[in-house]
């Protein structure tokens, strides 16, 4: 149970994290021979997706794991969390405007920001944010799809030279702030570039790391 309540703390503890970053310049792109298509990063259309899931907190402790499912419907976003055993410890659905509707949440998960903060991180790594897309490229020739939203802040979207991507977030408000690193990609035309494995680190020393490892994915608008 102790691992459980840090897991639910993750995402409300990174609200005192306080690093101001801002985003690097950006050149413009230099020839190449393949475009850069930003939506690739991202999955096409309406999927299941299942992770094992570990954490760890900035101070070093963690280690403890769920199951997470995700169901991707368009803008909106379905998601839990089970034990290993099947247990549902936490059910919420967050529509295309944002809205959030909890279905279930056992304790420790029923903490007012759990669900908000959950669902903002999970449709991070799985839908293109909203605003205004500029390309170009960083000083390390690493080509960018750069958003920028109404809010105010901006989410780098970058290519690696192992085929998959990373991403960086800067915000306003410091707190929100994400950094995430796709490992072993593979590309087709349905799935876009889908990893095996995902990192999403909350800086500062308040902040965690997730770490997910994919289990299955389906594609649910072709049955």
């Known amino acids: 149970m ?4 840090l897991l639910s703390c993750l995402l409300v503890l990174a609200a005192c994290a306080r690093e101001p970053r801002r985003p690097p310049a950006l050149a413009p792109l230099q020839p190449v021979s393949a475009p850069l298509t930003c939506n690739d990063f991202f999955p096409q259309g309406d ?5 094992a899931i570990r954490f760890r907190l900035a101070s070093g402790i963690g280690g403890g794991s769920v ?4 169901i991707l419907h368009g803008q909106s976003i379905q998601s839990a969390l ?9 059910e919420a659905r967050a529509d295309s405007r944002g809205g959030i509707q909890v279905v279930r949440a056992l304790p420790p998960f029923d903490s007012p920001h759990f669900a908000e903060n959950l669902l903002k991180d999970i449709r991070l790594l799985f839908i293109p944010p909203l605003g205004i897309v500029k390309q170009g490229q960083l000083a390390d020739r690493a080509r960018v799809c750069r958003y920028e939203t109404a809010n105010g802040g901006t989410a780098d979207l970058m290519e690696t030279r192992d085929g998959c991507w990373r991403l960086h977030t800067y915000n306003p408000d410091p707190s929100r702030n994400r950094s995430v690193r796709a490992y072993s990609c593979e590309y087709t035309s349905e799935s876009g570039l889908m990893p095996s494995q995902l990192e999403l680190i909350a800086p500062g020393s308040s902040g965690y790391t997730l770490n997910l490892r994919l289990i299955s994915a389906q594609r649910l608008d072709q049955q």
């Open 82 to 90: 089970t034990t290993v055993e099947g247990l549902t410890l936490f």
């Open 2 to 5: 102790k691992r459980l309540v």
């Open 47 to 51: 999927w299941q997706y299942v992770h």
């Open 67 to 70: 199951i997470g499912i995700v």
